[in-house]
């Protein structure tokens, strides 16, 4: 099974705050995608890659930045951080677009 | 747009009963349809998903049918356990483009003794 880390698992910010999420997966997945899960709106795409280098957009882009600097790692930048962004963010990982993805456990950010 | 459609935000059951949740799609292709699983504090993982070789996926109790006629993929068990209490998502691929998975808003399931 997939294995995808995250760090950190809880972050408290205040507004105007610059935070980085970092994600790896270890099982030489190309893509690996950033979520945020909010209340009556379920998982929504962020961002997301499909290899070292790469950067597409997802559906909730704005305020966020990404970076994939390895096959492995993932990282979710946020510059001027708002309390709209406080929400609980998945990073996960597949082998190939649209097939089954790996999920890691997660990180809480609170945006004061 | 591809969508996906969970008209379900809560559903309460007691143990023993069966369960179904619903999914409808809209696509422009014949996608690939999914079920992950939420347990409280814990990562979605994937629970079943349709094949193209019109067999019925399970997994843990849990069936669903990929009805392309009425593009629908409700999810069904004939007897919820309290362990089945979780937030269950249906997601969408269309194989096309290489983008990811497109999600429901997902069905919180609670069941009781």
């Known amino acids: 099974e997939a294995a995808v880390t995250q760090s950190p698992r809880n972050k408290v910010t205040v507004t105007g705050g610059n935070v980085t999420l970092s994600c790896r997966q270890t099982?030489?997945?190309?893509?690996m995608y950033w979520y945020r899960q909010d209340t009556g709106h379920g998982l929504r795409l962020i961002h997301y890659?499909?290899?070292?280098?790469?950067?597409q957009i997802g559906d909730v882009p704005d305020g966020y930045k990404a970076t994939r600097t390895t096959q492995e790692d993932f990282f979710l930048l946020l510059e001027l951080a708002s309390p709209s962004q406080t929400s609980l963010y998945f990073c996960?990982?597949?082998?190939?677009?649209?097939?089954?993805?790996?999920f890691g456990p997660g990180t809480r950010l609170t945006v004061l | 747009g591809d969508s996906v459609t969970q008209t379900e935000g809560l559903v309460t059951l007691t143990e023993g009963l069966p369960v179904m949740l619903n999914c409808t799609y809209q696509?422009?292709?014949?996608?690939?349809l999914f079920w992950y699983v939420q347990h409280l504090n814990e990562a979605p993982k994937l629970l079943l998903k349709?094949?193209?070789?019109?067999k019925r996926p399970e997994h843990q109790g849990f069936h669903a049918t990929l009805h392309k006629s009425s593009s629908s993929f409700h999810l069904q068990k004939s007897s919820a356990q309290l362990s089945d209490s979780a937030l269950y998502y249906c997601?969408?691929?269309?194989?096309?483009?290489?983008?990811?998975?497109?999600f429901g808003t997902g069905t919180t399931v609670s069941v009781s003794p």
């Open positions: 996960a990982s597949s082998d190939m677009g649209g097939l089954e993805q790996y």
């Open positions: 099982n030489s997945h190309n893509y």
């Open positions: 890659s499909y290899g070292a280098g790469n950067l």
């Open positions: 696509s422009t292709y014949s996608p690939f």
């Open positions: 349709s094949f193209t070789d019109n």
């Open positions: 997601a969408l691929s269309d194989h096309q483009g290489g983008r990811a998975l497109i």
